[in-house]
């Protein structure tokens, strides 16, 4: 496979920047099977953003040849108070329930690696810590503390701060590539960039992908227009909400139930959830189509490709009900087999 063939599934949806293409052209040049890694704290159900999202990039990642880790970030959990701060319980779960869930959307063991990061952790790990920390001002680690899902002032301990610097030093330790996660998490990726340069590690490509919205639509906070990416995150899909999301465990019905109440409006293919589920997750390429089922008087049947279904639904041609009840019966089909996954391992969905 050449180099451009490489880069076009890399980049392939749901990416949505990558730190810099000029960066993974000359990675995928020089190396055969380049190490990739995103990281996870462990809290809650796995959802469609955290799970089908990932998974379907690892996946791209799989087939440019790279070398795939999930990261189970234990102690970073811990920090971040999940799970009531119980490390006992955040490691169970890890390698229980949160690691299944990935097993069960297709990422075999063997073909990528999952790593408790507290297994990972040495003496050389936390001097990397330190230096890292040294290389950056107390304020820069502050303004990344909003990879936990925090506002800047929000950090409660001293082990917050700590925080981006042992996530920077994830990176250099598993000796990566190339980091893929949520735009959330970019002042982090920028952080561990440049100081790779200051440190003399390898400087990693960054690979950002969309973050899912929730059901319920953008939520208006009255931010200020510095803190415009805080607000796409703080409307992003979340675990600990059950009807912002659809678990990647959920029923037929539960996935139809969720999704004829999700914020869909008529004509409007911006901050719609409904929308950004098909580009995101069902018709990642401009090829791909999504039956729409409909009785004649309104229609009939269509299959529309993504720029189809958008200048269909601006239009008013199709209606977000016809819209919604196809999205949801093409996810009950992606994801049945992790519903049969979890329906003979019930044990590990009592963990969270």
């Given amino acids: 496979m050449d180099v451009e063939r490489k880069i076009e599934i890399a980049t392939r949806r749901p990416a949505e920047e990558v730190l810099t293409r000029d960066d993974l052209k000359q990675m995928f040049e020089t190396e055969e099977h ?10 809650g159900k796995v959802h469609l953003g955290t799970g089908l ?7 791209d990642f799989l087939e440019a040849g790279m070398k795939p880790t999930i990261f189970l970030a234990d102690y970073h959990a811990w920090i971040n108070g999940k799970m009531g701060g119980d490390l006992e319980k955040i490691q169970k779960v890890a390698k229980g329930y949160f690691k299944s869930a990935f097993l069960s959307l297709g990422l075999e063991e063997g073909k990528v690696d999952y790593v408790l990061a507290s297994e990972l952790y040495d003496n050389d790990y936390w001097k990397t810590v330190l230096e890292i920390s040294k290389s950056a001002t107390l304020a820069r680690m502050l303004r990344c503390t909003t990879i936990m899902g925090r ?19 994830d990176i250099f330790k598993l000796n990566v590539d190339l980091v893929h996660a949520g735009m959330d998490q970019r002042k982090v990726h920028v952080l561990a960039r440049e100081v790779a340069e ?30 415009k990416l805080d ?26 139930r969720k999704l004829k109440k999700a914020y869909c409006p008529e004509k409007q293919i911006t901050e719609n959830p409904v929308i950004d589920m098909c580009e995101v ?3 990642r390429d401009d090829a791909s189509t999504l039956k729409i089922e409909r009785p004649a008087k309104f229609g009939g049947d ?51």
């Fill in 53 to 59: 999202s990932t998974a379907l990039k690892v996946k």
């Fill in 302 to 352: 269509v299959e529309l490709t993504i720029a189809e279904l958008k200048g269909s639904f601006s239009e008013g041609k199709l209606h977000p009900m016809d819209l919604k009840n196809a999205v949801g019966k093409e996810l009950a089909k992606v994801l049945e087999p992790s519903r049969k996954y979890f329906e003979k391992h019930r044990e590990l969905l009592g963990q969270v």
């Fill in 198 to 227: 200051k440190l003399k590690r390898k400087k990693p490509v960054a690979l950002h992908v969309k973050l899912l919205m929730g059901l319920q639509g953008p939520k208006r906070m009255g931010m200020d227009s510095d803190e």
């Fill in 34 to 43: 380049p190490r990739h890694y995103i990281g996870f704290e462990i809290s």
């Fill in 281 to 283: 997750l069902l018709l």
């Fill in 231 to 256: 607000l796409s995150i703080s409307s992003k899909m979340s675990k600990s909400d059950p009807d912002s999301c659809i678990y990647i465990h959920d029923s037929t019905e539960d996935i139809a």
């Fill in 151 to 169: 506002k800047e002032g929000d950090a409660t301990d001293s082990a917050s701060v700590l925080y981006p610097a042992m996530q920077v030093a």
